[in-house]
């Protein structure tokens, strides 16, 4: 197959991070603006915020299955601003419009970790042609990363370590708790972070 040769990685920036030097960084916790969309004037603000972005963080979560062939869509669906973190709890209103709108938008960049899990679950719930969305892990392992998931790539590029205590908790809860909102916060942030890191070491 031929095409470009991805960019080297710069010499600062190590292929794999082992367990005990992860464990040993500091804990990356989102600390700005939060805000759980909740009713039609709450979304208006957070249309208002992300559109006029470049770069949102996004991420998903969903209620974990434990038994055989148990399977369940999105609960959770998280934006990312330079300025806030909007939270929509997709199960319990209908979102629709808005998720057409950002996640087809070909202005806007959308990074994850991981995102076409993501895209797949949620082209379940609503219709849209997913534009601008940048997959992270797929970006580190074209330059050379032996580890692409969002936790790994925080300790490498952000220098930071992220809990995941809360990962398979009951995203499908009416009412969230504080630990939750954090968690599900952190994880957007994150990605927004570490495109701006990938786009400063010219990775993207």
């Known amino acids: 197959m031929t095409g470009v040769r991805p960019a080297p990685l710069p010499l600062r920036v190590g292929e794999r991070i082992s367990r005990e030097q992860l464990g040993a960084l500091p804990v990356l916790r989102y600390q700005g603006k939060l805000h759980l969309v909740e009713s039609p004037a709450d979304l208006d603000c957070a249309l208002a915020d992300i559109r006029q972005e470049a770069v949102l963080g996004f991420d998903t979560e969903t209620r974990p299955a434990f038994r055989a062939g148990e399977r369940y869509l999105p609960s959770l669906v998280q934006f990312a601003t330079a300025g806030a973190v909007y939270l929509l709890q ?39 042609e ?5 997959d992270l892990g797929v970006i580190a392992r074209r330059h050379g990363l032996k580890q692409s998931g969002v936790r790994n790539l925080a300790g490498i590029f952000l220098g930071a370590r992220i809990v995941k205590g809360a990962k398979t908790s009951n995203w499908a809860a009416r009412r969230l708790t504080p630990h939750q909102l954090e968690y599900a916060a952190t994880d957007a942030w994150a990605c927004r972070e570490l495109y701006l890191r990938f786009q400063a070491l010219k990775l993207v």
């Open 90 to 128: 997709i199960q319990l209103r209908d979102y629709s419009a808005a998720l057409r709108e950002i996640l087809s938008s070909k202005r806007i960049v959308k990074a994850g970790v991981a995102v076409a899990d993501d895209l797949r679950s949620l082209r379940e719930v609503v219709e849209f």
């Open 130 to 134: 997913p534009n601008g969305v940048v």
